[in-house]
T-cell receptor
């Protein structure tokens, strides 16, 4: 039973660049949520995708966008990177558009220089 | 005021001890509550949901106090493997959907 996978594991980008992070949900799950976790902080909810639509969104600017594909995998895109975007980006999968019983992937560590 | 607040700790306890800590939330319309654990540089993992009547899972007991707007987690007979950061999660639908993680409480169990 495949768990949540994310790629890449680590990424280094320069200010102003754009980045795309990828997530494949746990087998049988259809909902993907994205979180940003800065060092020493709890994860901050970015948005959730269900049925290929953004269903819920946290307090993040429009520079953060996403997409969900028919196979339920998802991408997180961040444009015009800022130094403050450096963080661990976590993807979590769940079932039926909810956030109960979320399973997290190992995360992508993004460093913006 | 933050949506969800936790005592960062660390709580340093000997093996076999009982440790308890709380998580307070600001939105009285909050509906769902969870505890996750996160090991150093790893992803969070769901520990348990928190029900209105309180619930227990082995050595772990979670309580919800709606009147005072906090949830609690108690760990009995602490094991070395319980050393982790414990994150509380609160969701609300009013006025809009919001899911909030606390910053975590660090527990270190020593031999």
């Amino acid at each position: 039973d495949a768990g949540v996978t994310q790629s890449p594991t680590h990424l280094i980008k320069t200010r102003g660049q754009q980045v795309t992070l990828r997530c494949s949900p746990k087998s049988g799950h259809d909902t993907v949520s994205w979180y940003q976790q800065a060092l020493g902080q709890g994860p901050q909810f970015i948005f959730q995708y269900y049925e290929e639509e953004e269903r819920q969104r946290g307090n993040f600017p429009d520079r953060f966008s996403g997409h969900q594909f028919p196979n339920y995998s998802s991408e997180l895109n961040v444009n015009a990177l800022l130094l403050g975007d450096s963080a661990l980006y976590l993807c979590a999968s769940s079932l039926g558009g909810g956030t109960y019983e979320q399973y997290f992937g190992p995360g992508t560590r993004l460093t913006v220089t | 005021r933050k949506e969800v607040e936790q005592d960062p700790g660390p709580f340093n306890v000997p093996e076999g001890a009982t440790v308890a800590f709380n998580c307070t939330y600001s939105n009285s319309a909050s509906q769902s509550f969870f505890w996750y654990r996160q090991d150093c540089r790893k992803e969070p993992k769901l520990l348990m949901s928190v029900y209105s009547s309180g619930n227990e899972d082995g050595r772990f007991t979670a309580q919800l106090n709606r009147a005072s707007q906090y949830i609690s987690l108690l760990i009995r007979d602490s094991k070395l493997s319980d050393s982790a950061t414990y994150l509380c999660v609160v969701t609300a639908l009013d006025p809009d959907y919001k899911l909030s993680f606390g910053a975590g409480t660090t527990v270190t169990v020593r031999a």
